[in-house]
């Protein structure tokens, strides 16, 4: 599917009431994780510069007073449970599949780029200093623990990307180049490698201009760019999560992306068993946010960056996606439908937080969110399952099969609005029938599945 194909779900929804949903076969065969309710809050002592959650933990690293510290804390009562002094100045962590190591970079005294490997128990087990200048590096790590590390460019340095086998922490060893010179002109935003196809693909999201690229990493044809999905945005990096930097991966020929930009929400796909990694996307929808703060994205230092204001989280199964702006305390919830042809993306509710976030964050297993103030660093956990979804599930239904028969509803969230009784009269108008949800919900059902 060409970008232009996309299947664009804009939408202005109102509530309307229907009646008690008939059987509509696999297409319903999906219910959303509820809306986040709120759970326990804790305010750090520093702005953290990266926050990693696992179900029973919590970590934050940065700075006070120019040195570098790391924080564990309860994940079910958020109290700081244990603290540890560093020699770097935080900037990026990342843990490893199995959640029992952490990699921290952070910048030296001399200014080099140093990764330090904690265990959970936050005690040194290894670490390796960067020979190159990198500036505001990113962390991923792939299951057979390769550390990938990518960076912006900037005036001490063009942006690049390395990697390193860290399979023994105590011993970390660097790998040949992944990525070609040509590439490293346009700054690395994030960078991560999925292992499902054979030889393996690294995936790399361009900060200029703002793009992912798809790269092979076999033997042969090591560096050939094969496809790349660019993004028409103001802001030079486009926010991402993904399944292939988390413990998730499963033998699947399909894996998602999720792309948050400007407030869109994509899902886009890519077939690891093909030869050409195509990446479609396959689903948009657009989020209501209210802007309501005074966040002016700076540059990152000494580079042509942007921070974006876009923040985006999301569970490994993507059953959980959270989507906000630092200028806003709203958080829109959004859930994979995976039973969809294609998949499609839909909206679960909102959360309305005390202040604006400065990052958000899920666990890979969904069942805890959480937000971090911009004003006052505080520390807000969100549990699964507990609030009601928005709309009514006859109405998904209804958006469902209009959406899988090519008449986009805007957002799939149970409310029959305008954008929903549009797409209603272009069925009607391109199929020549008429459709009366108000009196005839099931035979309603049954003509949209006829077509």
């Excluded at 059987?23 to 809050?41: H, S």
């Excluded at 962590?93 to 921290?104: G, H, K, S, Y």
């Excluded at 948009?284 to 005074?294: A, F, M, V, Y």
Aim: hydrophobic fraction near 40%; proline fraction near 7%.
């Amino acid at each position: 599917m060409h970008l232009r194909r996309l299947i664009v779900l804009l939408g202005l929804a109102a509530t309307a009431g229907l009646a008690p949903l008939p059987a509509a076969g696999v297409i319903n065969d999906f219910t959303p994780t509820g809306l986040l309710t709120r759970g326990a809050a804790q305010a750090l002592p520093f702005a953290p510069a990266a926050v990693i959650a696992f179900d029973d933990m919590v970590f934050a690293a940065s700075a006070t007073d120019g040195k570098g510290k790391i924080l564990r804390l309860d994940a079910t009562t958020l109290q700081i449970s244990f603290t540890r002094d560093l020699d770097i100045v935080p900037s990026a962590m990342v843990a490893n599949f199995d959640q029992t190591l952490l990699f921290v970079s952070g910048t030296l005294e001399n200014g080099l780029t140093r990764i330090e490997v904690l265990n959970t128990d936050l005690n040194p087990v290894g670490g390796i200093t960067v020979s190159v200048p990198m500036q505001h590096p990113s962390l991923t790590i792939t299951k057979s623990g390769i550390l990938v590390v990518g960076s912006l460019p900037g005036s001490a340095a063009p942006g690049a990307v390395i990697a390193f086998d860290m399979s023994r922490p105590g011993e970390p060893r660097p790998l040949p180049d992944p990525l070609p010179d040509v590439y490293a002109q346009t700054g690395v935003a994030q960078a991560w490698f999925d292992g499902t196809a054979e030889g393996g693909t690294l995936f790399v999201n361009t900060a200029l201009p703002p793009s992912l690229i798809a790269v092979a990493t076999q033997r042969q044809g090591a560096g050939v760019k094969l496809s790349s999905l660019n993004f028409d945005d103001p802001a030079p990096v486009p926010m991402m999560a993904n399944l292939s930097s988390r413990p998730c991966l499963t033998g699947e020929a399909v894996a998602w992306f999720l792309v948050a930009s400007s407030g869109k929400l994509f899902l886009a796909t890519y077939d690891p068993a093909s030869s050409f990694k195509s990446l479609d996307i396959v689903s948009l929808s657009e989020t209501n946010l209210k802007n309501e703060g005074s966040f002016n994205p700076p540059y990152y230092n000494d580079t042509k960056v942007q921070v974006n204001s876009g923040l985006l989280a999301s569970s490994c199964d993507m059953g959980v996606i959270l989507i906000g702006n630092r200028n806003s305390r709203q958080v829109e919830q959004f859930a994979v439908n995976p039973k969809a042809k294609p998949p499609t993306l839909e909206k679960v509710g909102q959360l309305l937080l005390d202040e604006a976030p400065d990052r958000l964050l899920m666990t890979t297993s969904g069942q805890h969110g959480y937000a971090v103030s911009a004003q006052t660093n505080t520390l807000t956990r969100f549990d699964a399952g507990g609030g009601e979804v928005t709309g009514t599930e006859a109405a998904r239904t209804l958006q469902r099969l209009l959406v899988e028969k090519g008449f986009s509803v805007g957002p799939i969230d149970g409310q029959i609005g305008v954008r929903t009784l549009d797409a209603i009269n272009r069925f009607e108008r391109s199929n020549n029938v008429t459709i009366d949800i108000n009196r005839d919900l099931k035979r309603a059902f049954e003509t949209l599945q006829a077509f």
